[in-house]
């Protein structure tokens, strides 16, 4: 199974997408190292929505309108938010809008500021992708 991790933001949600490649036996990217001619059967999109992630928004919409729906198989997101989790709904609605296969499920984290990802917020993080992989191993 083809899978590519590409998250937008910093140290921070780097952090987690780099657990999640290496659960994937891939490597995580940033949007600016994603090769658009690959062909991915799921495509991992992370997204941080701290204190400053509403900058990402043009770079978001930038990256999804650049990816082609025939090479794409599936679409996941995760995000790391503050207090509200706007950037998701954002990143969310641009999949939709771009006629892109998004997968149901999507994993959250609300982070407290000026703190550190944990462990638990990390084996959820596994989780999440094992599970990602299942469904789309069995059921696409």
């Known amino acids: 199974m083809n899978v590519a991790v590409v998250y937008f933001g910093d140290d921070t949600v780097s952090q987690l997408a780099d657990d999640l490649a ?14 658009f001619s690959d062909e991915v059967d799921l495509l991992m999109i992370g997204c ?38 706007g950037l998701l709904s954002y990143t969310v609605k641009e999949i939709i809008d771009h006629d892109l296969p998004l997968l149901r499920d999507q994993y959250e984290c609300k982070i407290p500021m000026r703190s550190e990802i944990t462990d638990n917020m990390l084996q959820g993080a596994r989780v999440y992708v ?6 789309v191993n069995n059921y696409y």
């Not at 490597?27 to 600016?32: E, L």
């Not at 094992?130 to 469904?135: E, G, I, L, N, S």
């Open 22 to 35: 290496r659960e994937a036996r891939t490597h995580a990217m940033t949007p600016h190292d994603y090769d």
């Open 48 to 85: 941080q929505c701290l204190m400053s992630g509403h900058k990402h928004k043009k770079e978001i919409h930038d990256f999804i309108s650049h990816l082609d729906p025939t090479k794409v198989k599936n679409v996941a997101v995760f995000s790391l938010f503050t207090f509200k989790n």
């Open 130 to 135: 094992d599970d990602m992989m299942t469904v």
